[in-house]
């Protein structure tokens, strides 16, 4: 006897959800591991700091440590640029390189960069104002918050010199995301997938920005 | 001449009900009845088991499907998708506690998915509501859970209002794939706690333009579905992000008060015509968007009339800047929001009067209304100095004309919420006026002449909204005679 009632509910939808929860977080992966791989690579002295139970910031996800750098606090008045902001607007960091291989802010701006800037030489930081206080602005990338897997977070607390660096890879867009930390000369590569260089996609070393 | 027991321009049902094959009892909750309306009765019932309107159509339309049989109706298909998906959620706790690996993990998490949707398909055909509910939730669950650890393992945390507001979305397009009631109110849940995160910091989020079409299609699917429960959080939703906004909005000094005001009265007129117009049509819940639609905007009209009749400076009117409506940084933006609200409300009525439903005068007299009240805001110069020749104070006899119009929609509203026997109609007029008389007390005790020019407000309200009722009556009579 056939059977009817397999036709009244569909497979398909099913079919198609099953597809759509395998295929999200497996394509979240592969944009962010293209994001390590095609961006500019930048180094910067970082200040790592564990967050501890009171600091929780309960509204980041599995974050336990806290990265800070010198492009986090901006003091307008070193700058070009604006030089009126309030907090939760986003904002554009435009890099230089400067002594020692350490990258700094040379103008702000609350607009993105033209197209044509981009495709030269332009290294654009995208941020979010925290915090304003006079003339310094605290600015977040969405790095900072560092989920340490249970190896990384181990050296991470046996650390004796406080001479670390992290590596970006920015995009074109100013989005940056965590390559890898160097902590006492150790390189701590996050973890990626290959695909990215497989199909090809490799990444740019940060050329000089123009003159002021 | 049963005609005269009916104004079908208002689509209230017949006193005696219909009965189209026991139907009737399926239509006790609805707004509006006919065949249109007993086929998505059924059609409903179908869903609600999940089942589709093909096979009630091979069924004949007459009563429930029968009882599921075959191989995926047998207990042992049960207790093996049941197995299935227990294996698997031990599978994702071990995923957890062995294998940092975090591809590892997402691979568990997305094999726990499939077998949470198999378990789920075998629950609904064997109708075992709880089962399937249990395993929807397991199906969002890793998920999310699978996103969160892509998300912290490649190190990219994202913030809270993020977070709620992609499940949202994610929760929302997999119950339109579904067709699931249950999805649909957790989605509605999502949507209410990322909006409840804006208001709690009180920042703008970066994807808030999305919700009005988030909103869209979760009302669509709850209407589809007939959800009741999806409804009323979808529309809470809606209120909350309206409101919200326009805190954040006000409190930047993007736009005024009085402009945040005037925007929530014409929103929830233009709603309110959406509701009509679904009344119109018989479609699921047309009365209930009407009465959401009618509580924005008496709201913003009270708002407005208290405004309108402060004599002297009180709170919080007196901390009002003295910047006038064109001055503030999004008063273009509210003018064009203003303005496409007005041009709604038009072709609502336009498809009314296309219809039958609505005379021309009454179409005019609508967008009219609609618009006295925003404009009242923007040209409150221009007010003052053509009333100061008359000898007459703009302040509160503008204020008594908005009480007059108030009370006399809201008795408007009684009468009809009692000749239709619609508790919900007769709850909110009673309230209304109720806050109207509180309203318009002080002015009233101050200057008992304020009473006269309140009292003709009333009266030419009234009379105004009874004449274009009696038209109405009286077109729809000559239609059901041609």
Known sequence: MPDTQSATIRVKPYILVGVFLTLLPLLMVFYHAQRMVIGTIVRLPVHVKAINAAQLDLTKFGANYRLTTPLNSIDTHMVTGQNSFSPNTPIYVFLSPGPNDIWYAYSISKLPPQHGCQLTSCLVLKGRIQAVNGHYISVRYQYEDFAAPPHTAKKLRDMTANNSELVLSIGANGRAVLRALILDGENIAQPKILIPELLGLTHNIASPAPAR | ?482
Not at chain 2, 313 to 334: C, D, I, K, T
């Open chain 2, 1 to 482: 001449m049963s005609y005269f027991d009916h104004t079908s321009n208002d689509n209230t049902p017949f006193a005696g009900g219909f009965s189209h094959g026991g139907a009737t009892s399926l239509l006790e909750s609805g707004d509006s009845i006919g065949k249109f309306d007993v086929a998505k009765n059924k059609a409903y019932s179908s869903y609600s088991h999940g089942f589709s309107t093909k096979h009630m159509r091979e069924k004949g339309g007459q009563g429930p499907p029968d009882k599921p049989r075959g191989f995926l109706a047998s207990p042992i298909t049960f207790f093996a998708a049941f197995s299935l998906w227990v294996a698997a959620l031990v599978a994702v706790y071990m995923a957890f506690e062995k294998y940092p690996d975090p591809l590892a993990r997402i691979l568990i998490l997305s094999a726990g998915g499939w077998a949470s949707l198999l378990f789920s398909y075998v629950s609904k055909y064997q109708r075992r509501d709880f089962f399937r509910d249990l395993s929807l939730s397991t199906i969002l669950g890793t998920l999310m859970g699978a996103v969160i650890v892509a998300l912290t393992s490649y190190n990219t945390p994202i913030n809270f209002a993020a977070f709620t507001g992609g499940f949202a979305f994610i929760a929302t397009l997999l119950a339109v794939i579904l067709k699931e009631r249950y999805l649909l109110t957790i989605a509605n849940m999502a949507t209410l706690s990322w909006t409840a995160y804006s208001l709690q910091y009180l920042q703008t989020q970066e994807y808030y333009w999305a919700f009005p079409a988030l909103l869209v299609v979760q009302i669509a699917l709850a209407i589809e579905l007939r959800a009741k429960i999806p409804l009323a959080l979808a529309s809470l939703s809606g209120l909350f992000w309206l409101v919200t906004n326009l805190i954040i909005l006000t409190l930047a000094v993007k736009i005024s008060l009085l402009m945040a005001i005037c925007a929530v009265f014409v929103v929830g007129l233009t709603y309110s015509r959406f509701g009509k117009s679904m009344q119109d049509n018989q479609i699921f819940s047309g009365l209930f968007q009407t009465n959401i639609g009618w509580v924005f905007a008496i709201t913003g009209a009270l708002l407005l009339q208290d405004y309108w009749l402060m004599t002297a400076p009180r709170l919080p009117w007196s901390n009002l800047s003295a910047l006038s409506v064109f001055e503030y940084p999004l008063s273009a933006q509210w003018i064009a929001f203003v303005l496409i609200c007005f041009g709604i409300i038009g072709l609502m009525s336009l498809f009314r009067l296309r219809a039958n439903r609505q005379t021309l005068l009454g179409g005019i007299g609508i967008v009219g209304f609609s618009t006295v009240l925003p404009l009242s805001i923007i040209f409150k110069p221009q007010i003052l100095q053509m009333v100061a020749p008359l000898n007459i104070a703009a302040t509160p006899a503008i204020g008594l004309c908005i009480g007059g119009a108030v009370t006399g929609l809201a008795l408007g509203m009684l009468a009809n919420g009692l000749r239709r026997g619609k508790p919900s109609m007769i709850l909110l007029a009673l309230i209304t006026l109720s806050i109207e008389a509180i309203i318009v007390m002080d002015s009233v005790y101050a200057e008992p002449d304020n009473l006269m020019l309140f009292g003709f407000s009333v009266l030419v309200m009234s009379l105004t909204a009874g004449l274009y009722a009696h038209n109405g009556q009286m077109r729809d009579l000559e239609t059901s005679h041609a």
